[in-house]
């Protein structure tokens, strides 16, 4: 069958053995982050005889992979995330996928991949949620997470980029990305690895990125942390950003602070709020922050919360800075009234509950 939306055609290979109803509502009552996928994902293949081809919603299922491709040994790889909400009236929709398709074909770019256009993005996005729309959970802070994705896959080792790509998307019911839901996180400083460096990959999503961070992130959780914060790779003084997501720093003086630098990720979220929160009467600064500014900020007072955003993350309360003989604690009273206002003002918009005045949102049905 051939359908389409809008102006993007596609073919549909309907699942021959979708989940039950019964099954998928015991899902979406509890759905975590990232464990449960839909009845489809989205394919298509890329040469540089045909272009991207072969546009496709299909049952999904395991990739049947040479041992040789080339992702499996050079890490050719790049991949988005965002969410599709639920409004009150049945709608459905994203927010800012434009934003994510231009991150998409700058990570492309940068690792040697044919970049996607928009118009392809956004429309295997609003293929895949037409088609599994009944996946879309409903109710408090639930969403359908978009995993986009691009691979090297032809089969050959020489290193050189890929002469056949395979782009992807899987979609995954999710609740709150941390399991103790609005909690505030412990953050773990690795003073001993970079996640990126000067000229490296790290304003990319690539695979890599993640790839360094897991050790460092190990290290966190053994000292009871959920994320590790990263100082940039050459003076080892500048704030980056976690493992998946980015921060900021709320001043006493109604400023908020969040990281400049060329080898963090650019933030859909990060950017919206530097709006939001202009809207809301903060004074916005992207500039290099350092630890000790934190640390100190934090002792005398000068920086009253910290929070962390990002797609899985949303908004989410830092409530301690620790390292190996101390810590600095932002949720003193556990309040955190700016990073609260801003996730608020934030997720109204998402969830259609308060005026797109920047014009984020995209109807997907
Ligand atoms: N930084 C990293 C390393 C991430 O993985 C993410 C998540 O995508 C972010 C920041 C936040 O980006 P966004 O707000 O676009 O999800
Ligand atoms: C996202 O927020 O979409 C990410 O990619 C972060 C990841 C840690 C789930």
Redesign the pocket.
């Known amino acids: 069958m051939t359908t389409s939306t809008d102006a993007f055609s596609y073919a549909l290979e309907p699942s021959p053995a979708p989940v039950s109803d019964e099954r998928r509502a015991e899902i979406l009552a509890n759905p975590g982050f990232g464990v449960h996928f839909t009845d489809h994902m989205f394919t298509s293949e890329w040469t540089p005889e045909t272009g991207w081809a072969d546009p496709t919603v299909k049952p999904y299922g395991p990739l049947m992979l040479d041992p040789a491709t080339a992702v499996l040994h050079y890490a050719q790889e790049i991949f988005e ?1 965002l969410k599709a909400y639920a409004h009150a009236d049945g709608s459905i929709w994203t927010f800012r996928p434009d934003a994510n398709a231009a991150r998409f074909q700058r990570s492309a770019h940068r690792l040697a991949l044919p970049e996607l256009p928009e118009d392809w993005f956004i429309g295997s996005i609003d293929a895949l949620v037409t088609t599994d729309r009944s996946w879309v959970p409903t109710g408090g802070e639930t969403s359908l997470y978009l995993r986009p994705f691009m691979y090297a896959s032809e089969a050959f080792l020489g290193v050189r980029p890929s002469k056949h790509v395979t782009y992807c998307v899987i979609a995954s019911p999710a609740g709150a990305y941390f399991a103790g839901g609005m909690k505030p996180v412990n953050i773990w400083l690795s003073r001993e690895y970079a996640r990126a460096g000067s000229g490296g990959t790290g304003a990319a ?1 690539c695979g890599g ?1 993640y790839a360094s961070s897991l050790l460092p992130q190990q290290i966190a959780a053994e000292h009871g942390c959920d994320q590790v914060v990263f100082l940039d790779s050459e003076e080892h003084q500048w704030i980056e ?6 921060l900021y720093f709320v001043h006493d003086d109604g400023t908020i602070v969040t990281p400049a630098s060329d080898s ?2 650019e ?4 950017d919206a709020i530097g709006t939001i929160a202009g809207d809301l009467g903060y004074k916005v600064e992207q500039r290099r922050f350092g630890i000790d500014e934190w640390i100190d900020g934090v002792a005398s007072g000068h920086v009253t919360e910290v929070f962390a ?4 993350a949303v908004v989410t309360q830092v409530g301690a800075l620790r390292w190996p003989d101390g810590e600095a604690v932002t949720d003193v009273d556990g309040a955190g009234s700016v990073t609260m206002a801003i996730r608020e003002a934030l997720i109204d918009v998402q969830y259609g509950r308060a005026e797109d005045k920047h014009g984020w949102m995209h109807r997907i049905a």
Not at 241 to 246: A, D, K, S, V, W
């Open positions: 995330g999503k990125n950003e976690l493992g998946g997501m980015n963090i990720l933030g859909i979220t990060r955003c990002g797609t899985a």
